[in-house]
């Protein structure tokens, strides 16, 4: 018999992607559904995409029955997300899509999102969820926090070349591309498609973007000292896919040597050959991660390009990936999908 | 062990489609592969995408050994695919997704195609793709003629409709909007994205479109009369999706009533509840047909919207379908992925 | 000294591209910009677009001192443009946008929107803003009714034919494919990006748009009798641009005769040569209207295909086309802006 | 009476954008049309978009005549551009829009064109067209060099930052995204909309572009030491637009101060208040630049962001400026076209 699953803030981007996901997911069971603000409808209103599928009702989160669940996905906005789950049964397996337990210091938790924490502990329960690197600890996780899309994308890129020093850590650039589906199902004039089509801008420019909490977090502790990098985000007109890339101070084929060797036994991570560069065209609607290195004319310099589907393996498919390891499944169960392409 | 499966001109957007679906599919496996244009690549210089794949090397298909190949799809353009497939071995079980052979008349063929036919004998053995239609003859098949993209979502409208005689069969118009993807990989100055995007444009305006010829042969068969239908393709800024607006005079409960009851065991082709329409957007990527069904404050008259993925339901996602009951496995096997949102 | 223009409602679509037009017009200058749900903010701020003219700050439209204004331009919500435009001067040459003044009989209005008109007596003043058809009338107007977009790019098609009647009335069918911009700045999640890229989908089907109120008004004046022509919108992902696709019982060469002679004297209309089609891409924020006229296999059938920007002539474009004609300036002046291609 | 005017290779992009431009310039009329490729057709049968022109038929460029011509555009491929003008009359005033005459050095032409210059004289000539920089000196020019569309978006953010040195010049990087049309109407498959939308790519990374030499030889030049940026473009779903995201080492608010300075007077570049960031969508089809300027959270660095329209004011828009100033026109006329927004 399947695991059974719930998901609590089914009715968004990231809810939609859970159950995408799971529709062919073998060992995975829908059994809950919650969407407060369209309790009472089918998903077939919400999602027709997905009406072809036999799902539970929307219900608010209250009227679940935890109790046959194996397991808990909670794809709601933060803060409503730790309100949500705090009040959860303490021994429901639980995978949380939001910002609110990636950061385990509650200050930098505060300084990032603007409130006090109100579920510290579970703040220190939390493994975060980037599965290439938390592998074990997810494994035996009951709370596991899902990363930041940018997040994860820059840290594909970032962690072995910290880890190992291959790069300076003084002058790291990230440039990011990223989909609209990222900024999720709010209604704000900038993600319509009259104003968002055929054109480009940088938003949340100078270091003000919240997942740079992350990477503080992340890459600090891999150094062993303060690392901070420079993180520009930019809207671009798809829907689904952020493509990193990333300047930095080193031998290019140092660079690349670590990459290749860090994700070689990787299943979804793929280190192209030296010199190609990805594109999110050959990731998008699957869980894979493309990273390609290249040289600069200029000596010691580096550029490592990485292309995700932000919805995939930067939200959802990361989320039914670590789900995969808490249940004790085969990890790469239902996220083998090849990309949609063209 | 894995049914062993050959594709030749796997090189189209058909052909990646195909492996696109393979790639998840339990019961098949890819043990040749042919695009003679591109032979001695590999799928990851051709198809990025396709990277994370272990798949046999382009070869031209003359290399293919077909004695281990339980059936082979053969993608490649019209008049080439009568031509190698006339070569193949005559037992081996073949899915054409060629416009090849799927008007049974030789002349009917010349007078759409310009050429005289060159396997008129098969021409006459093939059976007609159409899934829901042909199921019984597809099993037995050796040669199967895939559909139109667009004549199949014609079809999955007017076939109940024209078959009991619910509407008039002298004032029936199509009015189709295609996505890109449907005409191929063409190196065409209208094809490139600053000439496609944002904005639309009809073409084969006046019935001179090929996919007529299906439309005649198959609606004149059901109605035991010549049908001709006015059908209008129209190129929107898409990649993947057919939405086709079907015009037609009698009763649209009777018309609704009709094609809720053709399909309501089918499970692929969704009818949606009596006065919904469908949209591209929730079926792309998958094996998905949505149907809705409007009446129009004028009297007698009724409105029918179809939506369906040109490259699967309306070609790879058939032609997998058609492989599965030729096979003797269970005709959904690999087909149940969801719609790809947003 | 050029016109002193005032524009209400400055902070929508039609608004912005009012403003476009306007800044290269050079008998035109803006003195008065009204939004009231933005008042106090600079154009830059709510058109970044249009940082670089020196423009007034947007103020409440009760701000404005009319005594110095030529002519004002209401791009108003239909309901709220009648409340208004009640209350400015008497004497005040308006050109309204909104759809409040287009229709001529209270219980059209009615019917079609819902509310009881509140200016009756203006209703009866207004001329209806089609300036091909109304010019005369329009030269010497206080009070113009901008058309719908749809409703224009349908009588363009369809007013000689009728007026002619060189096809049959009964059997009218438009088809419409339309860019996003038509439904305005709304905040709709079918307005997203994410939910509009890439798909496409019809919608008020079956006889539900508000602009078929046009339509009978309209063609039944020019017939002499009631015709009622079905009329399906459909969604496309662009953001300027009607494409109409019209299907008529008739000659096709009386039909290309017909049109080919009612524009021949037009400065924004082209009837292209028989047979081709036109593109929304060659129309893009410009003025003209293309219209292509083809014959169809089904002897006694035509096909014509017309394509003009909805935001430009289908809106903005005719009403400075038409506040030309008010204020006694050559019609086509500030207007002759080449389409954008690519 | 209008200068008359030339253009040869009018049938790609930047000819088409040249003509659009013109369609309205109010001192120029176009002369002679060449197309060597598409001699004979009409412009009409080329672009569509600009049929309601009344233009001269493509010919051949040897068949213009031209002693009636004041200026002619040269829109040619590189290689192509430099063989075609040293056979015009050597008194001709040309502004030409290909690579050909931007880079002074012949040896650093054949390094990063890959081979020997054909008209090296004309190559000491002809002025470099950045006109906001080289004003006085193309004012006297015979042959003005167009620059590359990501050059010119490049140095609008850098030539004050080096010249006034208030940037480190050894960590300059520059992060471009760059719309389609920059690759020209080229049949290539990465260009197809099946292939190119919703998605994104970087491509020439490492330092392989070629605008690097322009970079190379303007910064250089302008530092009085060897000046080597790091720059890397990317191809984004979008048919016209430059973002260029530039890191800088610096004080940000010192860097504000020298763009702000530097182009107070300037009537297309506009420098946005501190702090905001431009987009692509607020300038295309215009001759604008806007530049953004923010600091970083990290002391010492900064970020610059700059927007244009490659076609116009990265090429065809800058070379009508050029041409202006050369024929004694005010320098904007012609060219105060607002934005097309949405």
Redo the contacts between chains.
Sequence with gaps: MPFQIAIIGASG?TG?EL??LI??HPEMEIAGLAANSKAGQSIAQV???????DLPQLVTWEEIDFSGIDLCFCALPHKTSQEVISKLPKTLKIVDLSADFRLRDPKAYEQWYGNRHAAVEMQQEAVYGLTEFYRDAIRDARLVAGTGCNAATGQFILRPLIAERVIGLK?I?L?L?CA??GAG?A???N?????????????A????HRH?GEFDQEFSALAGEEV?V?F?P?L??????I?A?C?VSGDAQAVFGSLASAYAAEPFV?V?PF?E??????????N?C?I?V?????EG?A?V?A?LDNLTKGSSGQAVQNANLMLGIEETTGL???????
């Design positions: 981007y939609a159950l995408r529709a062919t999602f027709p995409f997905l009406r072809h599928l002058d650039i440039d591309k609209v589906s199902r209604l704000k004039e993600l319509l498609h009259a104003e968002l089509s055929e054109g480009s801008n940088a938003y420019v100078g270091g003000t740079l901070r420079q520009t930019h671009i007109p798809a829907n689904r896919g493509l890339t300047y793929e192209l010199g560069t990805p594109s999110t065209h050959h990731v998008r609607g699957s894979f493309h390609g290249t040289g600069d004319r200029i310099r550029i390009v292309a083998m999908l090849a990309p949609c392409f063209p």
